[in-house]
């Protein structure tokens, strides 16, 4: 088991899509696993997965635009599993919170939610999760989903990868400060993913652009959150593992 006896939150969209996949790998991989989202019915369903993997586990509701929900939910998973070992946060986005534009067409309302959903809650479920890492004083991990659009444009996206390099910079910066500590922070750059949500948004043609001639699958971002969370990364802190198929490396004429 290569998570054995590790406790662990997957925060942000934990019953479904990446982070339920993110939930059961862990899970199967012998972590207890405290699932938040903000659907109660998906949060249980994803903790009875956990539950039959014979792991303990806790479902835990809440919005994570809310610094008071993040911090119940954080503090809340300590108290069920009995302390924390790694935090998992998963939700972001743009084309599911708001439309795509070009810059001079995008509104301060919706580039501030695109912010609150990647970003402004990774550091406040971070900020949490420090707190009870250093109280415990025996270190901590923290993995969070990102995506290449954080290293790479993306026409009328611009919000989204300002909030996913925010997301890359914030990894450093605490790699940096809380490694003496023992805590390790690092980030999966995910490609396009095929989930329930960004199916809607993608065609044969475009996954036949990939290098490797498919969108991702779940289970792609999962392995990679495995390593990241477990000891087998344990000298590994302030990077991005690229998880994408290839696009970033190829060039534009190829």
Do not use: C
């Not at 949060?43 to 014979?54: I, K, L, Q, Y």
């Not at 810059?103 to 971070?126: I, Q």
């Not at 087998?232 to 490396?249: A, H, I």
């Amino acid at each position: 088991m290569r998570m054995d006896g590790l406790r662990s939150l997957v925060v942000g969209g934990g019953g479904a899509g990446i982070g339920r996949a993110i939930t059961e790998a862990y899970a199967e991989q012998g972590a207890a696993v405290a699932v938040a989202d903000v659907d109660r019915a998906r949060a249980e369903e994803a903790a009875d997965a956990v539950r039959r993997a014979g792991r303990p586990t806790a479902a835990l509701v809440g919005d994570v635009r809310s610094t008071a929900d993040v911090d119940a939910i954080v503090h809340g998973a300590a108290e069920a599993l009995g302390g924390l070992d790694v935090l998992v946060t998963v939700v972001g986005g743009q084309v599911a919170f708001v439309p795509a534009a070009r810059v001079h067409e995008m509104t301060d309302a919706d580039w501030d939610l695109v912010h609150d959903v990647n970003v402004r809650y990774v550091f406040r479920a971070v900020r949490a999760a420090l707190r009870v890492f250093l109280a415990q004083g025996a270190g901590g991990t923290i993995v969070s989903v990102g995506s290449v659009t954080g290293f790479m444009a993306a026409p009328e996206q611009a919000g989204y990868g300002a909030a996913k390099a925010g997301l890359l910079s914030l990894a450093r910066t605490v790699s940096a400060e809380y490694a003496g500590d023992g805590v390790r922070m690092n980030v999966v750059a995910a490609g396009a993913i095929s989930t329930e949500v960004a199916a809607a948004h993608q065609s044969a043609d475009e996954a036949a652009q990939v290098p490797l001639g498919r969108f991702g699958r779940v289970a792609d971002v999962a392995e990679a959150a495995v390593y990241l969370g477990s000891g087998e990364s344990s000298y590994v802190t302030g990077q991005r593992l690229v998880v994408d198929g290839g696009v970033s490396v190829r060039g534009p004429f190829a």
